[in-house]
């Protein structure tokens, strides 16, 4: 059976409401719509009552969850869209991700951000957000790249005790698509996985950017040159080992990701490796991300403004080069 990164988020959701009585969904407009991409179509009518229409406000939709995790239940929070998760800012950061610490009380909320950027959409609704939040202790941030991990990772989400950020990108809503859910061992939360393996250069990222350094590696298998593609899976935590012991392979490092350059993931992959894997390198570590300006609109600037297979493979080109 052929099924989409989408319907194994929707599929996702379902068990996690079947096998659950304490899992309920609250979103805008993600009862009978069946929210802004469907992610929950018909998942209202197989479970009345447990999925609930939101006010228009983040900070109210998060600021409610949060109080009825602490209180026992598990919800899953859809925000239509990551920017609009700023709104929310205070409830996620000061309240969700803080809260064990101060009280002792788990508050196991699962946080679904449709992220990244689709032709058009421009700088309202095309951002990556993952590394705003693992900036800040007590979140677990996910970033599924697989049909599988989708489906697995959004299980996992609502089972930790821990507030999670998960990350679903939009452009893969109905482009990647899988034959079977479970054609691989599941990985654990926290461990990257080598979605390819080489010796020439490790390529580590994550999302979106994982299909794009796979079509890279197809390309430069014909140049004999031989990459490692590292998906992290999730960003934070950041499975350290497992990228440095990719470097210790290949002896090069292109970190790459779709979210702006300042401060975020691939600059912490790339200091982690510089501190923990500093003489395992041939050449300076290099990392690619978006422009460091908000997302266009126009389908060519935006085609421009975002890593694609194209500028990957010329930066891991220069690389092989140094």
Same mark, same amino acid.
């Given at each position: 059976?052929?099924?989409? +990164?989408?319907?194994?988020?929707?599929?996702?959701?379902?068990?996690?409401?079947?096998?659950?009585?304490?899992?309920?969904?609250?979103?805008?407009?993600?009862?009978?719509?069946?929210?802004?991409?469907?992610?929950?179509?018909?998942?209202?009518?197989?479970?009345?009552?447990?999925?609930?229409?939101?006010?228009?406000?983040?900070?109210?939709?998060?600021?409610?969850?949060?109080?009825?995790?602490?209180?026992?239940?598990?919800?899953?929070? &859809?925000?239509?869209?990551?920017?609009?998760?700023?709104?929310?800012?205070?409830?996620?950061?000061?309240?969700?991700?803080?809260?064990?610490?101060?009280?002792?009380?788990?508050?196991?909320?699962?946080?679904?951000?449709?992220?990244?950027?689709?032709?058009?959409?421009?700088?309202?609704?095309?951002?990556?957000?993952?590394?705003? #939040?693992?900036? #800040?202790?007590?979140?677990?941030?996910?970033?599924?790249?697989?049909?599988?991990?989708? #489906?697995?990772?959004?299980?996992?989400?609502?089972?930790?005790?821990?507030?999670?950020? +998960?990350?679903?990108?939009?452009?893969? #809503?109905?482009?990647?698509?899988?034959?079977?859910?479970?054609?691989?061992?599941?990985?654990?939360?926290?461990?990257?996985?080598?979605?390819?393996?080489?010796?020439?250069?490790?390529?580590?990222?994550?999302?979106?950017?994982?299909?794009?350094?796979?079509?890279?590696?197809?390309?430069?298998?014909? &140049?004999?040159?031989?990459?490692?593609?590292?998906?992290?899976?999730?960003?934070?935590?950041?499975?350290?080992?497992?990228?440095?012991?990719?470097?210790?392979?290949?002896?090069?490092?292109?970190?790459?990701?779709?979210?702006?350059?300042?401060?975020?993931?691939?600059?912490?992959?790339?200091?982690?490796?510089?501190?923990?894997?500093?003489?395992?390198?041939?050449?300076?570590?290099?990392?690619?991300?978006?422009?460091?300006?908000?997302?266009?609109?126009?389908?060519?600037?935006?085609?421009?403004?975002?890593?694609?297979?194209?500028?990957?493979?010329?930066?891991?080109?220069?690389?092989?080069?140094?």
């Amino acid at each position: 059976m052929v099924i989409t +990164y989408l319907e194994a988020i929707r599929a996702a959701q379902a068990a996690a409401l079947r096998d659950d009585k304490r899992v309920f969904i609250y979103g805008q407009d993600v009862g009978v719509f069946g929210g802004a991409f469907k992610a929950t179509k018909n998942l209202a009518q197989e479970f009345p009552g447990r999925v609930i229409d939101s006010p228009i406000s983040e900070d109210a939709m998060i600021g409610m969850a949060v109080g009825a995790a602490v209180s026992g239940m598990r919800p899953i929070l &859809e925000v239509q869209f990551a920017d609009f998760s700023t709104l929310a800012l205070n409830q996620i950061v000061n309240q969700a991700a803080t809260h064990y610490w101060r009280t002792g009380v788990p508050c196991p909320i699962t946080v679904r951000l449709p992220s990244g950027g689709t032709s058009g959409s421009g700088p309202f609704h095309s951002q990556s957000m993952e590394a705003l #939040y693992a900036h #800040y202790p007590g979140l677990v941030v996910m970033a599924p790249a697989t049909v599988q991990d989708a #489906y697995e990772m959004l299980l996992a989400a609502v089972a930790i005790d821990d507030p999670v950020i +998960y990350c679903e990108h939009k452009y893969l #809503y109905y482009h990647l698509k899988a034959d079977d859910l479970f054609t691989e061992p599941p990985v654990p939360v926290g461990k990257a996985r080598i979605a390819r393996a080489g010796r020439d250069l490790s390529i580590v990222t994550y999302s979106a950017m994982v299909h794009e350094a796979l079509a890279v590696a197809d390309e430069l298998a014909k &140049e004999k040159i031989e990459i490692e593609v590292v998906d992290l899976r999730t960003v934070k935590p950041l499975d350290t080992d497992s990228i440095v012991a990719s470097v210790s392979r290949t002896g090069r490092l292109l970190c790459v990701g779709e979210a702006f350059p300042w401060g975020g993931v691939t600059a912490e992959v790339v200091a982690r490796v510089a501190s923990e894997g500093f003489n395992l390198l041939d050449a300076p570590p290099m990392r690619l991300n978006a422009k460091d300006t908000p997302v266009p609109y126009h389908p060519n600037l935006w085609a421009a403004h975002r890593p694609t297979a194209r500028s990957i493979a010329d930066a891991a080109r220069r690389l092989l080069r140094m």
